[in-house]
């Protein structure tokens, strides 16, 4: 049984964020739940999906984002309530269903969790999606802590039933991947079966209709402020002259502040949760008791520019600082450190920061190696890299990479430095169009199999309509690899019991148009690389599927381990090819009485037997 059903009411479980959110769905009484995974996002939809096996919800991963919050929004419609998680990037693709799906509104519950990111720590950008809840008009709560994600979650839903409004809960990486102790609350019952009841000209948002859709949202945004002004997620805390406002992990690292530098009876606090709308009239009455206001927030002066405005409306003069020099950036997240600093400072009160720890190399007293992040040994993404690299080397053609968003977007580094361009999920084969035109160049595309599935489709289609010169390298393992090995589209690796029904890829391709294709298994070499050589040398649009499984999930699903690992011989001739073309991560160099020796380390082999077609002095070294 999941860990998500265990336990009874008031009992406390350590979970994380993620898990919480998770709970509180399912104490909401959740009846459907749709994601396309992407981090930190990813372990809403994975806990959900092991507790769907047992029939508690229908949960399904999605294609995209976009796809995802469209079957939760047609489950709200019958009645079900109804759950949509992504990362921040991922409404990007679900925005042009939100904007409009806050005019038709929702029947049963329905929570669009979105996961942002500050600091970029596994994504391409750093924005702030408070921003949409204000542009689509819907509301927002912002979670500080596993407890509060969990409550809000349960809130959000029946917050939506009330107002007949989507709700964004949103989140960031520190409450996403933070483990935190959750009261639990009961469990809902199971759902009863949904009904979808006609009503066309509420629903169907042709212009005369959407017109008054229009002025109904306007008004359910003014009856969401005043149940704002009632949230017990707004509190307001403490009497002194000095005003702080935060919200989200920002609030819990200002609390910390509070107490460490004793302020609580200097300090007046505005912890807000719920964060659109804002309540106008409880941020009024902190304004007109304090001298001065800073606010505590990540990324973007939501909060500030929000209490400037309502400062200046109500006649306020009471000045509110947030950012700007000897503040807070408008980059990365923050930490407790950065917080009690910048408190500090705006009180007037004398705080010294504890010394740092000294770094390890001198506790080891030796440099520590870099590791920077890479593809896996073994990986088949790699393999293909290489093929593709040695064929354009003897063709003696210069080649240019856009790529895409995924675990082969690491082809970045040094050795292979196989990607030139990137933007987002699926422009690799767009950007290659347009890169197709503009130069003389040899333009070779790479897309993952989950991002192929996801936003690959409209650009292969555009790339056959008009005709365009380039080749895109498919990288297939079967799995989306880099948020955890989640089951998409064209999945050939599944989680056991998983329901779907997996899209044949080369099928997809071909009744797209491509009449040029061409299928190998990237760790054959000499099979891959005379593919390679074909498909560069051609012209027009052409699909290179290079498929093999991520060794990582079939060794965790399938029990696949290496047979065999593989050393190099004493009379290598030291070449360094393996190193300066490959760069395998196995491989390592070592000197011993000055001696230079390229190595294989035995413990980090996956035994892909790759490495060994292209070298005689590599061979294997011991059954695994």
């Known amino acids: 049984m999941s860990e998500l059903l265990a336990g009874q009411p008031g009992e406390r479980r350590l979970f994380l964020g993620n898990e919480a959110i998770a709970r509180g769905a399912l104490e909401a009484g959740v009846a459907l739940a749709a994601c396309y995974p992407g981090t930190p996002s990813s372990e809403i939809g994975d806990r959900l999906y092991e507790v769907s096996r047992t029939g508690r919800l229908v949960f399904e991963y999605s294609a995209n984002e976009k796809v995802a919050l469209e079957v939760a929004a047609g489950a709200s419609a019958a009645g079900w309530r109804a759950l949509a998680s992504m990362k921040h990037v991922g409404v990007n693709v679900a925005a042009d269903a939100l904007m409009t799906l806050a005019y038709v509104g929702v029947k049963g519950g329905l929570v669009l969790v ?28 912002e979670p500080e802590s596993p407890q509060e994600a969990k409550e809000m979650t349960t809130a959000a839903f029946a917050l939506s039933e009330e107002l007949g409004l989507p709700v964004m809960l949103r989140t960031t990486t520190r409450v996403n991947h933070t483990r935190g102790v959750v009261s639990l609350g009961e469990l809902a019952p199971l759902p009863s079966p949904g009904r979808f009841v006609k009503d066309p000209f509420s629903l169907v948002m042709v212009p005369a209709v959407a017109r008054q859709a229009h002025a109904r949202l306007l008004a359910k945004q003014e009856k969401a402020r005043a149940l704002a002004e009632a949230s017990p997620f707004n509190r307001l805390t403490g009497e002194g002259p000095l005003g702080v406002v935060a919200s989200g992990v920002a609030a819990a690292y ?24 804002l309540p106008d009239d409880l941020i009024a009455r902190f ?74 190399a001198e506790l080891l007293g030796r440099p520590l190696p870099e590791r920077p992040p890479i593809l896996c040994p073994g990986c088949p993404h790699r393999a293909m890299y290489y093929a593709i690299k040695i064929a354009l080397r003897d063709l003696g053609v210069e080649g240019v990479f856009p790529t895409d968003i995924g675990c082969y977007t ?215």
Request: glycine share 8%; proline share 8%.
């Open 114 to 141: 979105s996961a942002d990111d500050p600091s970029l720590f596994s994504s391409q950008n750093e924005q702030d999606n408070r921003l949409y809840a204000r542009f689509a008009g819907i509301p927002m709560l």
């Open 287 to 360: 304004l007109s008791r304090v001298e001065k206001v800073l606010v505590v927030e990540e990324l973007e002066p939501y909060l500030e520019d929000a209490l400037k405005a309502i400062a200046q409306t109500r006649g306020l003069t009471v000045p509110v600082r947030g950012k700007g020099p000897g503040l807070f950036s408008r980059l990365y997240e923050f930490h407790p450190a950065l917080v009690r600093r910048v408190l500090a400072d705006f009180c007037r009160v004398g705080w010294e920061a504890p010394a740092p720890l000294p770094p390890a």
């Open 254 to 277: 200002v609390a910390d502040a509070l107490l460490e530098l004793g302020l609580q009876d200097r300090v007046t606090f505005l912890k807000l949760g719920f964060t659109h709308p």
């Open 410 to 624: 690491l082809g970045l580094l040094p050795p292979l430095s196989m990607a030139d361009y990137l933007i987002c999920m699926g422009s690799s084969i767009t950007t290659a169009c347009g890169l197709s035109r503009a130069g003389g160049q040899k333009v070779v595309a790479f897309i993952g199999d989950s991002t192929f599935f996801h936003a690959g489709l409209p650009g292969l289609v555009n790339a056959v309509h008009n005709r365009h010169d380039l080749l895109l390298v498919i990288l297939d393992n079967g799995t989306t690899a880099m948020t955890g090995h989640q089951p998409h589209p064209g999945v050939t690796l599944t989680p056991p019991d998983y329901p779907g029904q997996p899209v044949d890829l080369a099928a997809a391709v071909t009744g797209l148009g491509v009449t040029q294709l061409w299928r190998v298994n990237p760790l054959k070499y000499q099979d891959s690389l005379a593919a390679a050589k074909e498909a560069v040398a051609a012209q027009g649009v052409r699909v290179l599927l290079s498929q093999s499984p991520c060794p990582l999930y079939a060794a965790r699903l399938k029990g696949r381990r290496p047979t065999a690992r593989f050393q190099i011989t004493g009379d290598c001739g030291d070449c360094r090819h393996c190193l300066e073309y490959l760069g395998c991560p196995a491989m390592y160099v070592t000197e011993t009485e000055g001696r230079r020796q390229l190595l294989i380390d035995p413990d980090l082999c996956a035994g892909c037997a790759f490495c060994v077609q292209l070298c005689d002095h590599i061979r294997p070294a011991r059954t695994a």
